[in-house]
């Protein structure tokens, strides 16, 4: 029942933006157009079946879904055909890998400034995305660089944490990288995509100049817990939270294990929707797992494929100690 739930709560969060479906449509209209055919001759009825999810299949007259994506699915398919051969014959379609993802990193604020606040620009690539079938796009901030580390206060200004501040960074820019984050996040949900919130830095690392004043060992923990929590609040269509735990994070290996299991996995635990915990999890201290696992919120385990220097067209378990997923394969364990 719970999993059913889940499910509803998430197609109506979706169509609550618009939806995978209009975009479906729009997509088949703009086809009919380009063609220069009459719109009367492509009128298909729509049905929600018990197909797996992200299946499809297109009759006569009828285009039917496993889900809203896969509804979508079709009506993107229909419109590839018009704009093949100018017609639309039966098909029929399901996805070979459950997650069909991109990654994409913010590391230079001048180099950002133009393209990132462009909303042209994110509704165009995030329509590509949804018509290459991804499925997910996760946006990491803070990935080894001191820029958004952390990014919770180039977002918000929380009254409980007044000394926690950019330097230089005023009301109206805060607002305004809120808002984009909104839009990216909303714009994908109406795209069938799912959003991840990538974070991997909690605090500079130890060789990085700090860009965020006011943070100590004593207030980040409950601060994060707070931010995060807003955020979430704050960006309804966000679906996953991607964590790196390991050194790189800014938080000592001595205190991860507290640190995410008291103040991380809680926030989105209490997020009051289903969010999902992505555990980028490499060189994780002893505990780590054991606390994501018992958390209480849904996880999902990723980790480095190449491990950057390599080209190899597999995941290696080992390139250096630890490296890859060589820590999910330690018995027991409650993840595979």
């Known amino acids: 029942m719970l999993t059913r739930l889940a499910i509803a709560g998430s197609l109506a969060a979706m169509a609550a933006f618009g939806g995978p479906k209009e975009f479906g449509v729009d997509e088949l209209n703009r086809a009919i157009a380009a063609r220069g055919l009459k719109p009367a001759m492509f009128r298909f ?32 398919d229909a ?24 990654r994409y990193f913010l590391h230079n604020e001048d180099l950002e400034r133009d393209w990132y606040y462009s909303r042209d620009y994110w509704t165009d690539y995030i329509r590509m995305l949804a018509r290459n079938r991804f499925n997910r796009f996760n946006l990491v901030f803070a990935h080894q660089t001191n820029y958004l580390a952390p990014p919770y206060p180039f977002w918000l200004a929380l009254p409980e944490f007044p000394e926690i501040r950019v330097p230089g960074l005023g009301d109206e820019q805060r607002k305004r990288n809120l808002d984009m984050l909104r839009f990216i996040s909303q714009t994908a949900a109406e795209h069938g995509i799912d959003f991840t919130l990538g974070i991997w830095e909690h605090n500079v690392q130890t060789n990085q100049k700090p860009t965020v004043t006011g943070l100590t060992e004593q207030n980040l923990g409950p601060y994060s817990y707070a931010a995060l929590k807003a955020v979430l609040a704050a960006c309804p269509a966000i679906r996953s939270v991607q964590m790196r735990t390991n050194s790189e994070s800014g938080i000592p290996n001595d205190r991860q294990v507290e640190f995410y299991g008291k103040w991380i996995w809680p926030a989105i635990r209490e997020a009051g929707r289903l969010v999902t915990l992505d555990l980028r ?17 849904p996880l999902r385990l990723s980790t480095k494929y190449w491990g950057e220097h390599l080209g190899r067209p597999y995941p290696p378990a080992e390139t250096w100690p630890n490296y890859s997923y060589l820590n999910f394969l330690e018995r027991p364990n409650g993840h595979a």
């Open 45 to 76: 009825r729509t049905e929600i079946t018990a197909d797996p999810p992200e299946s499809y299949r297109i009759q006569s007259g009828l285009i039917t879904g496993g889900d809203l994506r896969g509804l979508m699915y079709g009506y993107l």
């Open 79 to 102: 419109a590839a055909q018009i704009r093949a051969r100018g017609r639309v014959l039966s098909s029929k379609g399901s996805p070979a890998t459950r997650i069909r993802g991109i």
């Open 281 to 297: 999890g490499w060189v994780m201290r002893p505990g780590l797992m054991e606390g994501a696992l018992s958390s209480g919120v």
